[in-house]
């Protein structure tokens, strides 16, 4: 399973969907609150090609996007292969 990476802060509830999304999938990640942390929010600024919304969803080296990104990749049939992918 890739590694995953959200970057989220603690008062947005689509990180909150995101998170659930991924944790029905049994799917393990990495959390980056960007709420306070300037360093933080400016590499996920830089990863996701200056993306300030959060969350930024990153599953191995491919940036997902959002909340909605990523409910749409799961709608499509998309999500299980990425997450099942390496």
């Known amino acids: 399973?890739?590694?995953i990476k959200i970057?989220?802060?603690p008062i947005c509830p689509y990180c909150v969907r995101a998170k659930a999304l991924l944790k029905k999938?049994?799917?393990a990640f990495d959390e980056?609150?960007?709420f306070m942390d300037a360093d933080a929010r400016q590499e996920m600024e830089d990863k996701s090609n200056g993306a300030r919304s959060v969350p930024?969803?990153?599953i191995g080296e491919k940036?997902?996007?959002g909340c909605?990104?990523?409910y749409a990749l799961e709608n499509k049939g998309q999500l299980d292969p990425l997450l099942n992918a390496g």
């Open 32 to 34: 980056v609150d960007v």
């Open 63 to 65: 940036h997902v996007g």
């Open 56 to 58: 930024q969803i990153f």
């Open 7 to 9: 970057y989220t802060t």
């Open 68 to 70: 909605d990104d990523l």
């Open 1 to 3: 399973m890739p590694k």
């Open 25 to 27: 999938k049994g799917a």
